[in-house]
């Protein structure tokens, strides 16, 4: 009776083991490094931040699926991952109900409202971070470092001063949580490249438009940089949040392109627009803006470099 | 009710033009700032609409009807002039914070609208009570925009300080305004809750059993009617004289 030991069944017959929440958990190990820095770096309050908005990324999506009657998905981690991300995008010297207003608003109304995970038209945390930043201009650009309040390493380049790029590559410099020590986050990166989570096309792609970009403009805004100037496009890699949106903002799967040909557009996007807000914007730091803007664009992105189905068109 | 305030009724909440029929948005999403800018929009568009709706219906019968578009509009802008210079003259300061939004009222999608929807079509005494209703509806939708704008966004309502301020340099302790609500996305995320806020409202009446009529037109539905001129063109108010 050898037939009954067969199984029926219809594809998919292999399962990978991969899932949501198992991705969403290798992201939150990744930002630990980068979280644990700042928390060394700021002290205590980068801590009680971090904290807060995580807890309150959680709390919003449980009690909005709550009452909602929608299944609870705080155990996929990717509310842990927002509020954590939101909370390595703040000042730490910004108070605590800021982060916890932010995480409502990134997990209610840029994730929740439009269905959900996999739904959001713009990464959570940066949507936030923006709203923040727009509506608490003064408190989400105040940096105090070692008990002095000082521009970051990016406002001073756009000012002219020289910064010492050492400093910068560790990350005792002043600046929000998580995107000071340029180490700690490719410590991370290197970690969900190791793990499959992601890959260089988005972040390569962007790091190598920018640094191009600003090596040809940098002339223009100033007038002791010269054409592809090391020491300026070092500064300019090592400043800001530019580590940080790189390798775990642009690459988010739900809103960045999921074509090949895509992340590569995307990736350009996104350095481009970086460079002209850093180089010539009003204020001295413009990533969460590009990739919230390049997020925007992404189902244009999309429809433009979808390949062919096997088979289809050629040469006639 | 009779066919007066029923035009009121229909304005003012069932057809409100902010939330339900989401007609004239650019004003909409850009004076509401405060909320007496909101409400100074909504009462000249509402001076406006009443007298527009009158003179179109007074005309009903003499404009040609392949003409009938530029005739609305010299309508519409004669008496959109006249309101402007009486609010330059008596309310300077709320004619210089709704700017290039009161000549703009010419081409706002509500005048034109009930222009053509039920002014055209209606004696003038009902048209007028419709502009009274649509321009109410309107007021009230951009005041309530405005308020929740100026209180979240400032701390004020009507120009009062309602909460108060934190003040950084003396660490006294008060509200901390979001500013994003005063500016551009904080219309379109007050408009869109405020829509969704009525929508519960009106369901949940709707499920206690209460009726809430929420056809748009004849009311009747197309399926059952046999007037095959009209085509779903017709917009009456359920009391036309044939």
């Known amino acids: ?316 | 009710m009779n066919q007066y305030t029923e035009r009121l009724y229909n304005g003012i909440i069932k057809e409100n033009p902010t939330f339900v029929l989401m007609l004239g948005m650019c004003p909409t999403l850009a004076v509401t700032t405060s909320a007496i800018n909101g409400l100074g929009m909504g009462l000249s568009t509402t001076v406006v609409l009443v007298l527009s709706n009158l003179m179109i219906s007074l005309l009903r019968k003499i404009i040609p009807d392949s003409l009938r578009i530029p005739a609305f509009i010299v309508v519409v802008a004669s008496f959109v002039t006249m309101v402007q210079f009486l609010m330059e003259g008596f309310v300077p300061s709320l004619y210089d914070s709704l700017g290039i939004y009161i000549p703009l009222i010419v081409v706002n999608c509500i005048i034109l609208g009930r222009a053509e929807s039920y002014a055209s079509k209606n004696p003038p005494l009902p048209s007028i009570f419709d502009g009274i209703g649509m321009g109410l509806g309107f007021t009230v939708g951009l005041t309530a925009i405005g308020i929740v704008r100026e209180v979240i966004g400032s701390g004020k309502i009507f120009g009062f300080q309602l909460l108060p301020l934190a003040d950084a340099s003396t660490g006294q302790a008060g509200y901390v305004p979001v500013t994003i609500f005063i500016l551009a996305p904080g219309a379109f995320l007050v408009l869109a809750g405020l829509t969704a806020l009525q929508n519960k409202v009106k369901n949940n009446a709707k499920k206690k059993g209460k009726k809430v009529t929420e056809t748009v037109g004849c009311g009747e539905g197309c399926a059952a009617c046999t007037n095959s001129a009209c085509g779903g063109k017709i917009f009456p108010t359920g009391n036309e004289k044939e």
């Open chain 1, 1 to 316: 009776m050898s037939e009954n030991k067969l199984k029926m069944s219809s594809s998919p017959h292999i399962r990978s083991k991969v899932t949501s929440s198992n991705i969403m958990l290798m992201v939150t190990i990744a930002l630990l490094p980068a979280a644990a820095f700042g928390v060394w770096n700021f002290g205590l309050p980068a801590l009680g931040m971090l904290v807060t908005t995580t807890l309150a990324a959680v709390l919003t999506e449980y009690i909005y699926e709550k009452l909602m009657h929608k299944k609870i998905t705080v155990n996929d981690f990717s509310a842990v991952v927002t509020g954590l991300l939101l909370g390595l995008n703040m000042p730490p010297t910004a108070p605590y109900w800021m982060g916890a207003l932010g995480s409502v608003f990134g997990i209610l109304v840029v994730k929740q409202l439009f269905g959900g995970l996999g739904q959001n038209f713009m990464n959570p945390a940066l949507g936030a971070r923006c709203f923040l930043l727009i509506s608490f201009t003064g408190q989400m650009t105040t940096f105090i470092y070692d008990g002095v309040s000082g521009p970051t390493p990016l406002a001073m380049l756009k000012d002219g001063q020289a910064v010492d790029s050492m400093n910068m590559l560790i990350g005792r410099i002043p600046g929000t949580i998580g995107e000071t020590s340029v180490i700690a986050i490719i410590i991370g990166a290197i970690f969900l490249i190791l793990m499959g989570i992601i890959d260089l096309r988005i972040p390569g792609t962007y790091i190598v438009t920018f640094a191009v970009f600003v090596g040809i403009f940098g002339q223009f805004t100033k007038s002791d940089v010269g054409l592809f100037d090391p020491q300026y496009i070092t500064s300019h890699l090592c400043g800001g949040g530019l580590m940080l949106g790189a390798w775990f903002m642009a690459t988010d799967y739900v809103t960045s392109p999921i074509t090949k040909k895509g992340q590569y557009v995307y990736g350009a996007l996104l350095g481009i627009l970086t460079g002209l807000f850093r180089l010539f914007g009003g204020s001295a730091e413009g990533v969460s803006y590009a990739i919230i803007i390049s997020n925007l664009l992404v189902p244009l992105i999309e429809k433009v470099t979808l390949p062919k189905p096997f088979g289809k068109g050629g040469e006639k």
